[in-house]
């Protein structure tokens, strides 16, 4: 066995406007996969936040249903810029975001996400990256969107390890 | 019981790059695989690398179509010989910044053609220097996957560049 789960949160009646966290994150894997479901409470289609400082820089590769587009972003207070959820009634984005060599310091820490959500007349489907520029073990995490995730949105941790044997 | 997703090699690049990994002997019982890896290539020239694969040794019979998008660059989807994989940052990218990717093989040893597909990215802070590329894959090819080759592209794999193959157990 590889993938074991760390930590579930789902959102409780009131939503997440705080975030949610992830502390304490186990050492002992080598890739962390999170899975997400989740749904804003903004009015409107938000970003999903993660942590980030001024210098983080975001990129994605998205379709929106009628055309492809790439962005890049820095200088924000979040990552993920452009990766999505909605706020349509009972309608969630789902994503999976692994996080290669997350305790590895001798580099800095690449967020790769795949996923999206449709809304019945809009959608968009995303590949996105966040480059953390620290080496630092990761050792806790966090994700919100503008107004907090709503009700029955929940994040999953995955731990992934790897082999002893090469096969060289 | 069965395991899920059992991790069957890993490598890690040392201090001197090299232009492939390559894992042989890759058990034939489980039902699907999945190569995981955290890649960055010594090459100078280009702000993004394509890695690629050899099965079994061999390109013949490998193609692939992509979806990539280059921000502020470009974005476009094309097809071509080979197995090119999605984007890796490289020597011209932000110190200590490695691409992450997935390349997931269903049915690698059954007697049909071999599909592959993959998601890739590389990272630099940069916002013309990045890419990322989604890309389904085929060697048109029945034989069984014993073995996979990793080339870095136009660059070599640098130290602490990682690579697992896991295989995958249906219910």
Known sequence: MSMFPIASITVGAGGASGGVFFNNIPQ???????????RTQNAGVTSIYVPATASTPSHYLQGDGASVTSTAQSGLPYGFYGTTVPSATSTFGSYIL?????????KYKTYRIVGGW?????????????????????????????NGFAQYSRIDLYGISTSNATGA | MSVFLQPIYTQTVGASAVASVTFNSIPQGFTDLK?????????????RDVPYILINGTSVGTTNTRLYGIPNVANGSDRSSGLNLGYVSTA????????????????????????????????????TQTGLTLVAGLWSNTAAITSL????????????????????TKG
């Open chain 2, 35 to 47: 190569l995981v890896f955290s890649g960055r290539t010594n090459a100078s020239s280009v702000d």
């Open chain 1, 118 to 146: 449709d809304a019945n007349g809009s959608g968009r489907v995303t590949l996105g990256s966040t480059l953390q520029q620290s080496t630092s073990a990761m050792t806790s995490f966090y994700f919100d969107t503008e």
């Open chain 1, 28 to 38: 002992t894997f080598t890739h962390l996969q999170f899975r997400i479901f989740g």
């Open chain 1, 98 to 106: 692994d996080i290669l060599d997350y305790a590895n310091t001798n």
């Open chain 2, 92 to 127: 011209t990218n932000t110190s200590n910044t490695f691409g992450s990717q997935e390349v997931y093989v269903p049915n690698y040893s059954g007697a049909n053609y071999k599909s592959f597909v993959i998601d890739g990215i590389s990272e630099s802070n940069s916002t």
């Open chain 2, 149 to 168: 080759s990793i080339y870095g592209g136009s660059g070599s794999w640098v130290q602490y560049s990682t690579f697992t193959l896991y295989g995958i």
